[in-house]
């Protein structure tokens, strides 16, 4: 958990697919907020001290088997509380109302009509007048609990938003996080500002200030190694360590086999004209022999996980004495990798989160670790780095190894090489680059019958990916203009020996995720 601002939202997960949207939510506003699962304990939430604490929805019934449900002691500790869908049902069902199946559904879009004008529609128009907000629950509320009214009503749901009279607890039946309810940044911050009274003094200026005292107080004067990859996100990490320690900042960039065509003079020639002390290990043929007749996903990555990390003790070692091992780790890498549910419920190890080994003899600095990428970019404006190097599209820590499906092998590495810098190199010159999140080919494990030169061929097939996102936790697949895709295959199965297909990708995130591993 954080200690890094005095002001914090605590949002407890149910398992919605909304639920960092909440965050997003917040965050926007300029207050800090963490997501944590519904079973958070009553004990750590004191020591967390939120202003306040938002409910999430959820898949789930509160008259499931199963469902997950908080401790009735989350409403007695005179914190501002906002349930939302499913943590408004189930904040009624356990403070004595009553939550029945509705058989007049609501999913989409739905006319909101306000009966009370203050607390959270404060500024907002009461009734005849009604708002867009958008709806997605089967069960409904029958019955009030004990002290709560009724603040607003939709044509399906009789109590579409409540409040209790006497104590600050809220619950609305909508999601205000999406953006399909008009009204939701302005309820969110009603909450924020007038229930809770935060005060919007969370920015990335506040968070240098902060994440420097916090590096000083918790390294002192130890040697500390980064994993310098050269993306965004590690190279933010190296710049924020160096501010706090400096020379005792030693960042090692370590080639694994798996990086993009030239990455690794790229990235040298960039830091050789910064102030970091930037080490370069070639440790490709020791990942590559560790990697081979592997095709499990989740062991590609756990392999490459635990690799890293043997090279950086064996590094430290040489170094003398090193403690700490700093990483580029973002609040979705951990979000992904420890579900609401648990373990059992994760979508992916990521290398740098669920990935990692059980014992480590380096303890992890990960001073990005509650931020989404947007913020880290913010981050590295704060701290100069260049344009070029903060709008870099993301570069997953496997590298390579879970964009080519299935065994990883140098030969089908160099075929995902060329076809992979074409779509770069066609991407910046479109200047589409710019305007997407991420783009990057995929070599399938398939092969398929083409003809070339009135020859038939059997070879690989290429699926381009590129996507729009804010953070990564949800994305869209861009609609490219048909002759930049028409293009950039052209250039794929005319210049990459072993490609007779490529095909395009779109589908968004979720169902799928934006890395194909």
Avoid at 8 to 19: N, W
Avoid at 74 to 93: E, K, N, R, S
Avoid at 378 to 384: F, H, K, R, T, Y
Avoid at 457 to 475: C, E, N, W
């Amino acid at each position: 958990m954080s200690d890094l601002h005095a002001e914090k939202i605590l949002v407890l997960d149910f398992g919605s697919q909304t639920t960092q949207l909440i965050a997003r939510r917040v965050r926007e506003a300029k207050v800090y907020c963490e997501i944590h699962p519904y079973d958070m304990s009553i004990e750590a939430i004191r020591a967390f001290a939120p202003r306040g604490i938002i409910l999430s929805g959820s898949p789930s019934s509160v008259h499931d088997h199963g469902a997950p449900v908080i401790s009735p002691e989350v409403f007695d500790l005179g914190l501002p509380v906002l349930g939302i869908c499913y943590g408004m049902q189930l904040a009624t069902h356990l403070l004595g109302g009553t939550v029945e199946h509705s058989d007049h559904r609501e999913y989409g879009p739905a006319a909101l009509e306000i009966d009370e004008p203050g607390d959270l529609f404060r500024g907002l128009a009461p009734a005849p007048a009604t708002h867009q907000v958008w709806m997605s629950h089967g069960d409904r509320i029958e019955a009030l609990p004990p002290g709560f009214v009724r603040i607003a009503r939709s044509g399906a749901s009789p109590v579409a938003a409540m409040r209790h009279e006497a104590r600050p607890i809220f619950g609305v039946q909508f999601h205000p996080e999406v953006v399909h309810t008009e009204i939701g940044r302005d309820l969110l911050r009603n909450f924020l500002f007038r229930v809770c009274g935060c005060s919007a003094s969370w920015d990335m200026a506040s968070f240098v200030e902060t994440a420097v005292a916090d590096i000083r107080r918790r390294v002192g004067g130890e040697r500390v190694i980064c994993a310098l990859s050269g993306g965004v996100d590690s190279s933010v990490a190296a710049l924020l360590i160096h501010r706090a320690i400096g020379r005792n900042l030693t960042c090692i960039f370590v080639n694994n086999g798996l990086l993009r065509k030239n990455e690794a003079e790229t990235v040298l020639a960039f830091f050789e004209q910064s102030e970091l002390d930037v080490r370069y290990v070639d440790a490709s043929a020791r990942f590559l022999e560790r990697l081979s007749g592997v095709d499990d996903p989740e062991k590609k990555r756990k392999i490459i996980g635990t690799e890293f990390i043997r090279v950086f003790e064996e590094e430290a070692r040489r170094l003398g004495d090193v403690r700490f091992l700093a990483q580029g780790t973002l609040y979705p890498d951990v979000i992904e990798s420890v579900s609401f549910k648990g373990p059992s419920a994760t979508i992916k190890s990521h290398h740098n989160v669920g990935g990692l080994p059980e014992v480590m003899r380096l303890e992890l600095v990960e001073p990005l670790r509650e931020l989404f990428k947007d913020e880290v970019r913010e981050v590295g404006a704060q701290l100069g780095m260049p344009e070029e190097l903060i709008h870099r599209h993301p570069f997953p820590g496997p590298g390579l190894a879970i964009r080519v499906l299935g065994a990883v092998t140098p030969e089908r590495l160099a075929v995902l090489r060329e076809a992979d810098a074409i779509v770069l190199e066609e991407m910046k010159a479109s200047g589409w680059y710019r305007r997407t999140w991420q783009a990057f080919a995929v070599l399938l494990p398939v092969r398929t019958v083409g003809v070339m030169g009135d020859e038939r061929t059997y070879d690989h097939v290429v699926a381009l990916r590129v996507v729009d996102s804010v953070d990564a936790m949800t994305a869209d697949w861009t609609r490219l203009p048909y002759d930049l895709l028409a293009r950039i295959s052209n250039r794929i199965i005319n210049e990459v020996r072993g490609v007779n297909r490529v095909c395009y990708d779109v589908s968004s995130k979720p169902p799928a995720t934006i890395e194909w591993e």
